[in-house]
């Protein structure tokens, strides 16, 4: 895999591969994947944007905690995350921090085609690495 994601084989669960060069990139390629999950992919009219800000005490929970928030947004708020626009991902003093301007969908059921609920993002096989250029990771969607 050179950039993108890639589903992988699981006992229960969804697993995906995910490799790009740059951590903003490996976020935004995990909420496409999240997104791939939970729903056929659908033009849905945008009907806004928000502001997702986030810290966390390791780059491994902003990514479960930002994708958390995406399944939150779908499943509370009937808000389907349609591109990101803008993500920035910076550290100090050893918090990392995650703002991100989001583009939804607000959206009725009949509208889409459930694929699969996700009730949680883990942390099962999940280490964000970066190797020979590339950073990559592992997400387990609980389903």
Not at 37 to 64: A, Q, R, Y
Not at 84 to 102: G, P, Q, V
Request: hydrophobic letters at 45%.
């Amino acid at each position: 895999m050179t950039s993108g994601y890639t589903f992988v084989d699981h006992t229960a669960d969804i697993a995906v591969d995910i490799a790009t060069s740059s951590l903003e990139e490996l976020f935004t390629l995990s909420a496409s994947a999240w997104k791939e999950v939970v729903c056929e992919l659908v033009d849905l009219p945008e009907s806004g944007s928000m502001k997702i800000e986030l810290t966390s005490f390791s780059i491994e929970t902003l990514l479960v905690t930002f994708i958390s928030e995406l399944n939150f947004l779908f499943q509370k708020k009937y808000c389907l995350m349609t591109n990101i626009e803008e993500i920035k991902i910076s550290e100090m003093d050893d918090e990392f921090y995650l703002a991100a301007n989001i583009i939804g969908s607000t959206f009725n059921l009949s509208d889409i085609k459930l694929k699969a609920e996700v009730k949680a993002v883990t942390y099962h096989q999940m280490e964000i690495e970066k190797l020979n250029g590339q950073f990559k990771t592992r997400i387990i969607f609980d389903i």
